[in-house]
């Protein structure tokens, strides 16, 4: 009975119902949206790192001192230094430094490729108007088929009236019309996630300028304090020297010392004294890149930083982390990934290309002859409907683009890791640094303490008259020198530490949301003041 019923039932004749525009543009909407997205995956690298920082498995610092710690970094690592001067050189550059704002600004326009990019999800529609004087020709075809004579001869009206027809006419249209490319294996979704990717790069590389502005106002500040503490201990050092000076020309008076003595005084003096424009050069050119960094002409922080202030001291420990984290901490490597990120997306874009486009189209308008009659409904017309297109031959270029970039991908594989070698390469270095000019600070010290004891040895045994002056003035020469070392290497010991925390990475994490500099999109473009 089954059977039978299936048989008589086949035979009936199929009618197929035609499918109305808008169901149809309902069900490839539908197909759009449940569409693939061609080509691979992003998936994020995993970096092979070491468990610890090598120098500090090599060394252990046992003895007091700033030490290296495996905790991690605190992001606002300039507030270790406990100097409220450098806390508000630091903010005040992070809002008026020129370059990060540039930076900024490349952020915003990466965030407004992502608005193009997303704006192919959805229909354009444009509005058309137009006046056109259009002469159509057809008095001349139908002249060739001597169409005007037959009708002259059969109804002299019919004539009257296709001369009318075949004169220049004045056409006014105006309407609407609508395309939208379907979304079937994923070309606009991977560009979104291009987009996306390359405003994440861009957002690292404001992060990395951050990082390296911080790094060098605090950089910047520690030299100038420490050319400060410099001139500092040389004045001192003249002190004395001008002091020897004084007393070796009253014993020649007296003909207790010979005229010689003097001469290798005053010499020892004048040594000292040419040293000082030197550091007094530092000093002014710290102070105008100082004001320059934070955005203002050179000379503007002169009165904020012409008092002398002591070198401040590094902290006592000072955290560094694992390795592991460094990879999600440093912005040039997290920027590295975000490229990785987008050619990666990039081959999906390259591999959509190859595969046929479905778009649906439509317009409508109203166009006649008379102006007036163009509210008129009878002057409307309209089409819609979808339209593919399937690319067959195109000379190589689709795939040469599909190798293009999966060849750019494997750059950015190998760029990655590049760059997370890079970044253990320069704590490494940092650490080293850091490490052995803490150990020269301590055997410059030392030495100081030394030559201060033989000084004064000496001094009194000159004026004992026990020694010759030429070790007093050995002496003096020598307590110089190792002091103005001691001092430059704590002034290297403390940028070592800005290098160390720059090459860690941190310092951008408290500052994520910057405000944009003030700009129009319709306005004029900004223009250079003129100096007062």
């Known amino acids: 009975m089954a059977v039978s019923s299936l048989m008589r039932f086949s035979r009936v004749p199929l009618r ?28 994020p690298p995993q970096p092979q790192t070491p468990k610890a920082f090598n120098d500090l498995s090599s060394h252990t610092q046992a003895k007091p001192g700033s030490a290296a710690l495996a905790s991690e970094p605190d992001p606002a690592w300039w507030r270790s230094f406990n100097d409220p001067q450098l806390d508000s050189l630091i903010g005040r550059a992070i809002n008026g430094n020129l370059s990060l704002q540039q930076t900024v600004l490349r952020i915003a326009g990466a965030r407004e490729q992502v608005t193009q990019a997303r704006g192919a999800y959805l229909p354009s529609v444009n509005a058309t108007a137009s006046v056109n004087r259009q002469q159509l020709g057809l008095k001349g075809i139908l002249e060739a088929h001597d169409v005007p004579g037959q009708l002259e001869a059969e109804s002299p009206e019919a004539a009257d009236a296709l001369g009318s027809v075949t004169r220049p006419v004045t056409l006014f249209q105006g309407g609407f019309d609508a395309s939208w490319e379907l979304d079937l294996f994923g070309k606009t979704r991977r560009a979104v996630e291009a987009a996306n990717a390359q405003t994440q790069a861009t957002l690292e590389q ?58 290798n005084a005053q010499a020892q003096l004048g040594s000292l004294e040419a040293q000082l424009p030197t550091y007094q050069a530092q000093v002014r050119q710290a102070m105008n890149a100082l004001a320059v960094l934070l955005g203002q002409p050179p000379g503007a922080l002169d009165a904020e930083l012409r008092a002398v202030r002591p070198l401040p001291p590094i902290p006592a420990a000072v955290p560094v982390g694992v390795p592991a984290e460094l990879a999600r901490r440093r912005p040039d490597v997290r920027r590295a990934e975000a490229n990785l990120h987008a050619a990666t997306a990039e081959i999906g874009v390259s591999v959509a290309q190859m595969f046929p486009s479905l778009s649906l189209t439509g317009q409508v308008g109203m166009r006649n002859t008379d102006v007036d009659y163009l509210t008129d409904w009878s002057s409307h017309f309209y089409s819609y409907g979808p339209q593919i297109s399937l690319p067959i031959f195109q000379g190589g270029r689709l795939v040469s683009n599909v190798r293009l970039s999966r060849a750019q991908q494997a750059s950015a594989v190998l760029d990655y890791r590049q760059t997370v070698l890079t970044a253990l390469q320069d704590v490494e270095n940092a650490l080293v640094s850091y490490r052995t000019d803490q150990d020269r600070v301590e055997g410059l010290e030392r030495t100081a303490a030394s030559l201060q004891n033989a000084y004064d040895l000496a001094s009194e045994s000159y004026r004992q008259g026990i020694t010759t002056f030429i070790n007093v003035l050995d002496a003096q020469r020598q307590l110089a020198q190792a002091r103005q070392q001691a001092t430059e290497a704590r002034v290297q010991t403390s940028t070592d530490l800005v290098a160390l925390y720059k090459a860690l990475g941190g310092g951008w994490q408290p500052y994520q949301n910057i405000a944009l500099p003030s700009y129009s999109v319709f306005g004029p473009a900004q223009t250079v003041p003129t100096a007062p």
């Open 16 to 43: 197929l119902r035609p499918c109305s525009p808008v169901k149809l543009a309902v069900t490839l909407a539908v197909l759009a949206l449940a569409g693939c997205a061609v080509g691979p995956d992003y998936q």
């Open 206 to 263: 404001r992060n990395d300028a951050l990082v390296s502005l911080e790094a060098e106002v605090a950089r910047t500040y520690l030299q100038l304090r420490g050319a400060q503490s410099v001139l500092d201990t040389l004045q001192t050092q003249i002190d004395v020297a001008r002091q020897t000076t004084e007393l070796t020309q009253s014993q020649a008076k007296n003909g207790l010392a010979p005229q010689l003595d003097v001469e």
